[in-house]
């Protein structure tokens, strides 16, 4: 599969203009990353809603009702776990089957798919009169977040003009906070509504579903996915559609010549296994892993609950939610400012500390002042609510974002999306498995957690000070010369490659 993705508008720049269809394109495509954010925002008002807990988690319902001492054990159910984690697990699975439909069928019909398992994955959880519903329910919604989120990175990339790459590129997670925010803003208002708040909210996920159906039908196929199947004649013409201009032929040939590289590599999984590919790998992977191990998605799935376990009334913990949500969507403006100012470096590293202060912070207040029955006077339960918020500032200008956006720009062109889509699905698998075990881990390291979160800060931001180098600036199809075989460690790899080409040639 070939796809032209720059992330830096580094790359050749080509004759384009920003036109309205592009724009609306981006913004209907980009829906796919609000539906994505609205599932992540909106588990952990639902499971914190008694009226659900009631009709489908009796015990922990009772557990809850009689919570004085042991708070940190309430909500701690591997089926109530379940209802959020099994949403990631169905999308790690979907990712690799959506990589398919992307290549064969193109990225619209990909996204296309995606909005019916939307539809009817909402229809079955916010309908639900069991919980067999409720979980197929979310394996759906599971299978419409695996679909999306490897259609829709893609999507913006190609659409885009060059020179827009990078910040089309943060588009996608900034829909990702908008739909936390909302759905934190919805789980707000249903969390008073006796007693089907809780469908309504599930319900919700239906309107932007239906906006990304018939909105798809607005929108284009990408150029490059023309091209690749081989509908020359309409990528060109698409091509001059989007960007504006009569002359692409420059661009057009760009596209056709990646593609008639990408199809002699017969097998880019092994490709990827090779020395030359190993330092987009392993950084790509393991951004994922300590993307997740910040321990962000603790607080977005549960917020409402940690800030009850933490003292906090029910609606208190909502409203708390609500607020964090809307410094998430803030601060990753600020990422888009500075990341191609200060680079890919600063950030990583200037959050590792930010981060890691905030969650020593929050742990030590949480370790010293939580009383027997597991409640926190107003003061230091304030403290902890402006330390959680500091946190999801830094994290979001930093590891959220780049999460995408480096493994986006470090793949060379033939393994471009297949190295993308393992990097989704370990997202999706790092995603899961915080999400499975968070409240298993609250409950039995009650504020230990976050020294445990604190701990992978450090070795993220060791990683990312010896390992990760910058790429601000360079152009994507020049990392291997201009930054990995300049790099301390790195340089190894490409050095191995090398000799086994020379090698190769004597033979
Ligand atoms: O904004 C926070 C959200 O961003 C993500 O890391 C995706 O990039 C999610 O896993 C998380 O819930």
């Not at 925002?41 to 008694?50: L, N, P, R």
């Not at 659409?159 to 996608?172: E, S």
């Not at 990422?335 to 905030?358: A, E, Y």
């Not at 992978?456 to 600036?473: N, S, Y």
């Amino acid at each position: 599969m070939a796809v032209v993705i720059s992330s830096n508008g580094n790359s050749k720049s080509f004759d384009a203009k920003m036109t309205v269809y592009v724009f609306i394109c981006v913004i209907i495509a980009a829906v796919g990353g609000l539906i994505f954010g609205y599932d992540i925002g909106i588990s952990g008002g639902v499971t914190a809603m008694d009226d659900f807990l009631k009709e489908f988690f009796p015990s922990v319902y009772e557990r809850k009702k009689h919570a004085h001492e042991n708070n940190y054990c309430k909500y701690d159910n591997q089926f109530l776990q379940l209802f959020t984690s099994s949403l990631y697990l169905a999308a790690l699975v979907a990712s690799f089957f959506a990589s398919a439909t992307c290549s064969k069928l193109g990225r619209r019909p990909t996204m296309q798919l995606a909005s019916i398992f939307f539809l009817i994955g909402v229809g079955l959880a916010a309908g639900a009169v069991n919980i067999y519903m409720l979980i197929i329910g979310r394996i759906l919604l599971g299978f419409g977040v695996g679909f999306g989120n490897q259609a829709v990175p893609l999507f913006l990339s190609e659409i885009a003009p060059a020179r827009l790459r990078g910040g089309l590129n943060i588009v996608f997670q900034l829909m990702v906070t908008i739909g936390i925010l909302i759905a934190n803003i919805v789980n707000y208002f249903t969390s008073s509504i006796h007693p089907y708040g809780w469908r309504i909210a599930l319900g919700g996920a239906g309107i932007p579903a239906l906006i990304l159906l018939f909105g798809s039908l607005l929108i284009c196929e990408t150029p490059t996915s023309l091209i690749e199947r081989n509908k020359t004649k309409e990528g060109k013409e698409t091509l001059k559609k989007i960007r504006g201009v009569e002359d692409v032929d420059e661009e057009y040939e760009s596209i056709v010549h990646a593609c008639d590289i990408a199809r002699q590599v017969k097998d880019p999984y092994t490709k990827l296994m090779k020395p030359a590919s190993r330092p987009p790998f392993v950084i790509g992977m393991l951004l994922q892993f300590f993307q997740q191990f910040t321990g962000i998605n603790a607080i977005m799935f549960y917020a409402p609950v940690l800030f009850q376990t933490v003292g906090f009334g029910n609606d208190a913990a909502l409203l708390s939610a609500v607020v964090t949500g809307t410094i998430n969507v803030l601060s990753t403006f600020v990422g888009i400012f500075l990341v191609d100012k200060t680079g890919r470096r600063f950030l990583l590293l200037q959050s590792s500390v930010h981060m890691l202060i905030c969650q020593l912070v929050i742990g030590i207040i949480l370790a010293k002042d939580l009383d027997v029955t597991g409640t926190l006077a107003r003061p230091q339960a304030l403290v902890v609510v402006i330390f959680v918020c500091v946190y999801v500032m830094g994290f979001a200008w930093s590891w959220g974002p780049l999460g995408w956006l480096i493994p986006s720009e470090t793949f060379p062109l033939e393994t471009r999306t297949e190295g993308f889509a393992l990097a989704v699905s370990c997202n999706m698998f790092f995603t899961f498995v915080i999400a499975q075990a968070f409240l298993s881990m609250l409950c039995a390291m009650k504020s230990g957690i976050f020294f445990f979160f604190s701990g992978w800060i450090v070795v993220m931001g060791l990683f990312a000070l010896f390992f990760v180098p910058e790429t601000k600036g360079v152009s994507i199809d020049d990392m291997r010369d201009s930054v990995w075989k300049l790099h301390w460690y790195w340089k190894r790899f490409m050095l191995e490659e090398d000799e086994n080409d020379v090698e190769k040639r004597t033979d």
